[in-house]
C-alpha cells in the first residue's frame, strides 16, 4: 500500500487528495511554487516542497523538479489532480520508471485517448457510439469534401491534438469547408504542434452527458452514472448535475454498460470519464478524460463513494471495493463553479480575500483552497472553489442551491465572484424546468447583457 503520496497539483483539488489520504493514514507532500507559499494546501500537508516560481510551465509543470521532490521526501506515489500533468503520458511512464505509483491510468491509455483521432477509432471498436463523420484523419481536401457530401452540413473539423475547444471549425456548407480545414489546421499546428484533423457531423442543440468510470487492474469496470454538463462558457462548464435531467433510467442503464463493458475490455485503470453529446435521445462519443474530474463531487454526492479514495487504492493494486450492483443512485447533485471573476464579464477578478463565510449545512459541501486573509495569485485558474449540494430530487437540491448561494461570502480588496450569476441560474425557468443544451447558457448571457 502507499505509505507517502505527493500531490502535483494546487487549490482546491490538492487539498481535495490530501483529505483523502489522511483518511486513508497516508502521509502527504504538498508541491508548491513561490507564488502558494501560503496556500491552504501546503498548510495543511505533513510536508512540502517548493518547486520553482510562479509560471507552471517552471513549477506544477515541471517533472524534474516534482521528480526531486518524490526524492527528497521519499514519496511513493504521486497524484496529479485535474490539469497540470494529469494527462502526461511521459511523466506517468518516468514514475513508473522511478518507482513510484502514479495515481492514473497506464502510460498506454492516456496516450490513447489523448489522441482524438485514436481515441476515437479505439472506442467505436469497442461498441461505444459515435458522431458520423471521416474515419480517421482526412488526407486531402477532396476527402473533406466527400466525407462532408456523405454526412451532411453542417460539419465540424476538429484536431486530432486538439484540447479546450481550440482547433475546432464549423463549416455551414460546401463554400465555408476548405477555408475552416484550412483555418482549423493552422491553428493546430501553432498550438499543438499536429495539424491532423478529423470530421464529424455538427451537432446543432446537444446536451453534454459524459459518464463516470472506474476500473481496477483485474479487468473489473463500473460505471457511476452520468453528469450533465451542457452549461457551458467557450466550451468550459459552469454548472453541473447528476444525474441528467434528460435522461431516464432505461437510457442511464444502457449507455453505463455499454460504457463501463468497454472500459473492462479495455483493462481500464482507475478513473476516467466517457463524454458524449447527446441529442434526440442518442449518444455520440466526442471524447475520454484520463483523470478525476473537477466536477467528481457530484458523483460521490448521489453514489456515496470517495472516487480520490478508489483510485488510491486500484492504483496500488487493491480491488475495486464496489461492484456495479452495489452501486446505487440517490437523489440529485448540482455542482456550480465558483470563480473570481465578474459575473457578467467573465474578466479575471484575483485579489486579497477579507472576509470568507463557507455556507454549510444539510446536503451542502464546499471544495475551495481558500481562507480569511488569503490573497488569490494571478498565475493560475480562476477557480475559487466549488459548492456542491445534494437533494432527495432536483427540486430540493435547487432549493437547497439558493439558500447555500446566498449564505456564501466572499468578499475582499479586488475579488469578484460568479456567485450573482448562479443566483440568476438558480431561479431561470429553463433552467428550473432541467431544459437547456450546450448553447443555452452563452445565449442566456446574451441576453443579459443587452439588457445592460
Ligand atoms: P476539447 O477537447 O477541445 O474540449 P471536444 O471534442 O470535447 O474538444 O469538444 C468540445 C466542445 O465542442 C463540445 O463540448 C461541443 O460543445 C463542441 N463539439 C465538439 N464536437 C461537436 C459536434 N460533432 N457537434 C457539435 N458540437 C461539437
Redesign the pocket.
Known sequence: MIEKLLIANRGEIALRILRACREMGIKTVAVHSTADEDAMHVRLADESVCIGPPPSALSYLNIPAILSACEITGADAVHPGYGFLSENARFAEILEEHGITFVGPTAEHIRMMGD?IQAKATVKALGIPC?PGSEGALKSNEEALRVADEIGYPV?V?AAA?????G?KVAQNKEELIPSLSSARAESKAAFGDDAMYM????GK?R?IEIQVMGDKYGNAVHLGERDCSL?RR?QKVWEEARSPALNDNQRIEIGEIVAKAMSNLNYLGAGTI?F?YEDGRF?F??MNTRLQVEHPITEAITGLDLVREQIRVASGAKLSFDQSEIRFNGHAIECRINAENAETFTPAPGKIENYHAPGGLGVRVDSGVYSGYTIPPYYDSLIGKLIVHGNNRNECLMRLRRALKEFVIEGHGIETTIPLFEKLAMNSDIINGNYD?HWLEEFLEKESSKN
Open positions: 482524438k458522431v465540424i476538429k486538439g484540447g479546450g475547444g481550440r475546432m464529424e457531423k455538427f451537432l446537444p453534454h457551458q466550451h463524454e453529446l455520440y466526442i471524447e450546450i
